[in-house]
């Protein structure tokens, strides 16, 4: 695995940044087979851009890494009720005679598996040979690559030119943003983009410590998205929030520059030149440690009373968490996640085993802390058996 350590921001190009936190973590989809408490740690220094303000990491994971990615989005029944409504939304705006989407890292297909049901001719592109195959055998037709300059022409010949392309928790992965945004207004026309990722100013007002990692290379504010987008002649038109991935944005984006009037963008705009200035920014990095002493602290208590506590979400946030506190097997005994590529496997640079979620059912615990944390809600409805058998969910924000 190799990692780029030169910093040249990925928005506006500048060599100058000011650093947020200097860590070293294992790679956090690095689960493995074995317990390899010794896993090679890589550096992770997130740094916030001092001339355009973008938040990002220094470092440069080799692409090559999504060749063999095993991470899907959770099945848990929050993320499933938002995949319908963002169905459900699409079909009431896009009629049926316009029904051609193209989605990059279409992952195992999930959301095309639904819109081509409800009359879309779809395309996915994703570069994951293991997750593009589970997708084609779905039914779903996927391309096998990532989404360049180089290889939107090879794309638009598979499918035509889309009205809808869909990038949900894929552009914050990405380096070459330029390249990206070119590679869009090349493909797209008059049609209509959107992108989900997880939103900056949730991270920092929330004190997410967690979320950064080395897949994730861009923690963007709607004001860095408005720099990118430009670079493509792109506009975005309107913001919308949810709970995803710790918070997340879906926005909005053409290529018509006129403004309309239920637009939101000036109000996001207006808000971060207040909420995520660079002094907010270091304020939040100031208070990390403390984040995770009393994370630690909880646990700490939970094992002086003989509590046993496990914990929920082993995506890249939780295996963050846990290698950022220290934690090993005689702290949590075990995480729950509920993709299923993962049981059995060990968090990286740990000897804590993943499990199903019904394994607190066997292997009793006292608490569980939920890693999750977009989830936590629809977790603790579901398995409200927990509770009422007396166990407690803990909740980290
Ligand atoms: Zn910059």
Request: with cysteine; charged share 25%.
């Amino acid at each position: 695995m190799k990692i780029d350590q030169q910093f040249k921001c990925r928005i506006c190009g500048s060599q100058n940044y000011s650093l947020i936190l200097k860590t070293e973590t294992p790679l956090a989809a690095d689960v493995s087979d074995e317990i390899t408490l010794n896993q090679k740690r890589f550096p992770l220094d997130v740094v916030v851009c001092d001339n355009c303000g973008h938040v990002q990491l220094k470092e440069t994971l080799d692409a090559s890494f999504y060749g063999e990615y095993l991470y899907t989005p959770s099945y848990a029944s929050g993320f499933i009720d938002y995949i319908e409504l963002f169905v459900n939304r699409l079909n009431d705006k896009i009629q049926l005679k316009d029904r051609k989407v193209i989605e990059v890292g279409s992952s195992n297909g999930y959301l095309l598996d639904k819109l081509q049901k409800s009359g879309w001719t779809v395309l996915g592109v994703e570069p994951s040979k293991t997750l593009s195959k589970i997708s084609r055998d779905k039914g779903v037709p996927t391309y096998d690559g990532f989404f360049s300059k180089d290889t939107v022409g090879e794309i638009k010949k598979l499918i035509g030119q889309p009205n809808v392309l869909i990038f949900r928790h894929v552009m914050e992965h990405l380096d070459n943003l330029e390249d990206i945004v070119k590679a869009i207004e090349e493909i797209i026309g008059d049609g209509l983009v959107l992108i989900e990722v997880p939103y900056l100013k949730r991270i920092i007002e929330e004190k997410q410590f967690y979320a950064f990692f080395h897949e994730h290379l861009s923690y963007y504010s709607v004001s860095a998205f408005k720099n990118l987008l430009q670079k493509g002649n792109l506009y975005i038109h309107k913001i919308y929030e949810n709970n995803l991935e710790g918070g997340s944005i879906l926005i909005s984006v053409n290529n018509d520059n006129r403004s309309y009037p239920d637009d939101n963008l000036n109000k996001y705009l207006e808000d971060e030149k207040k909420t995520l200035t660079k002094q907010n920014i270091i304020n939040f990095a100031n208070l990390i440690e403390n984040s995770i002493a009393s994370i630690k602290n909880i646990v700490k208590v939970a094992k002086e009373r003989k509590e046993k506590i496990a914990a929920w979400g082993a995506g890249q946030r939780g295996c963050t968490l846990i290698s950022m506190c220290g934690f090993n097997s005689s702290d949590i005994s075990y995480v729950i996640d509920v993709n299923k590529n993962y049981w059995n496997k060990y968090v990286p640079g740990t000897d804590i085993k993943i499990v199903p979620p019904e394994s607190y059912r066997s292997e009793l615990v006292n608490k569980i802390l939920i890693f999750a944390t977009g989830y936590a809600d629809s977790i603790i409805k579901e398995n409200s058996s927990f509770v009422e058998n007396g166990g407690e969910f803990i909740k980290i924000i």
